[in-house]
DNA sequence: ATTATAACAAAGCATATGCTTAGATATATT
DNA sequence: AATATATCTAAGCATATGCTTTGTTATAAT
C-alpha cells in the first residue's frame, strides 16, 4: 500500500540524543538534527511532530541509553557499596584522558530549560526516579551485606546520593579531579 | 568633546545579568536584552562588544550581586556552621511559597555552556572558587568556635560542600522539598 | 558661533531558525 | 498493469538571530 521507511526510528532517536547531549537543547538546530540523524527534515517532522518533542523522546531514550551503558554495573543484582564507590570514581576518569566531560544530559538540561516547561520537568524527573531507585536498591543490598548499619534510612540516603550525583555532574565539568575525589569520600564516608 | 551617556553601565549590566538568569545564555536574544536593559542594540555593542562578552561581564555582575544579595550572611564576620545550615534550607523556602526556583546561573550556565568555551568556563571557576573561599572562612571560623572537630581538613570538606551546593541548585529546580531536605541534613551530619 | 566628537534611535544586513510544501519515487493492494 | 498511499528529496516560508550602518542630536572644546 505504500513505501517503507528507510530508516528505523528507534536507531535515528539514540542519534538525536547524542546532538542534544553534546550541543544541549537550544544551541541544537534542526538542520545539525538532520545531518546527524541522517534523516531529511521531513522524516524528523513525521517522525518526531517537533524539535520539542523530538527533545522529550530523546530524554527518555536517554533513560535507556544510560541503563545500558553507564549504570550498568549498578543495576545489577546485588551491587553494593563497593560498586556505587566504583561507580561514583568515574566522575574522575576522563581527568586522566584529557577529554572534557559532557556531563548527564539530563542535569544539562535541568539547568538549561526554564523551568516552567512543565512536560520537559515531568521527564526530567522521571529520570531523578529513576537514579533514586537505583540507589535504594544498592543501600538495600548494602545493608543486607553488611556494608552499612541495618537501621540506615534508606528513602533519606537515597536522596542524599541523588543530590551527590547532581553535584558531581556539575562539578566534574569544571573543577579539578581532586576537589572531585574529595566531593565522594567525603559523601561516602557518611556510611561509617 | 561629545556627547554624555543616557544610561550607566554597571546598571544596564545588572539587568542584563538577570535576563541571563532567567532565560539562559542561548534563550537570551539581542532584542530581549535591549528591552530589558532598556538601551539600544548600539549602546549594547558599543558598551559590550557582543553578546558573548556581555554574558561573561554578566557572570562576574553575579558574582558581586550573590555577594550582597545571597551570601551576605555566610559572608558575615565569624559565620559558622549554622549559618551554613540556615543558608542552605534557602533551598527549600520556595517550595513554601509555591514558585519556581531559576537556580543559580553559574551552575545553571555550567550546564548549558559547551565545555570547550574556555573563556566562559574561567569564569565559573572563578565563581566556584569565591564559593570555596567561602566556605573555608565558614569552617575555619567553626573550628574556632569548637562547632566542629579541630582536625577536620578544611580543604576537603569544603571542596564537599561546594559539591553539596552545586547538587542543590540543580535538585532545587526540579525535586520534591523533603527530598532537599534530606540532603541538607545528611549532608550536615558528616560534622557530627 | 562653529566644529569635532560621541551617543542616540531606527532601519538594515546576511544568515539561521523551526517548520511546511511540492513534486518525485517506491511499494502493497486491487 | 493500474492505483493508492506513504516515503523520499529539495526547495521554500516567515520570522528570529547577532551585529552594523545611517543619519540625527547633544555636548565640550575651539
Known sequence: MSR?????????????MHVFWNNGYEN??????????GINQFSIYSSFSNKHNL????????REYVNKNVYADLL????RLKDLELFLNRFTEHKKTGKKY?????VNSTG????????????L????MFIKGMLKTVLSNSIEAGDISADTDIDVYSN????????????????????IRDIIKVSLSVFK
Open 102 to 106: 559532557k556531563g548527564c544530559l539530563v
Open 76 to 79: 545489577k543484582p546485588g551491587a
Open 125 to 128: 524527573n522521571n529520570y531523578y
Open 4 to 16: 517503507h521507511k528507510l530508516y528505523n526510528s528507534d536507531e535515528v532517536l539514540e542519534k538525536a
Open 28 to 37: 541544537t538546530s534542526v538542520r545539525m538534527l538532520e545531518k546527524e540523524m
Open 55 to 62: 527533545f522529550i523522546e530523546s530524554l527518555k531514550k536517554y
Open 112 to 123: 538549561e530549560i526554564n523551568p516552567a516547561d512543565d512536560v520537559v520537568s515531568v521527564e
Open 160 to 179: 542524599f546520593l541523588l543530590g551527590v550525583m547532581q553535584g558531581l555532574s556539575v562539578g566534574a565539568k569544571v573543577l579539578p579531579g581532586n576537589q
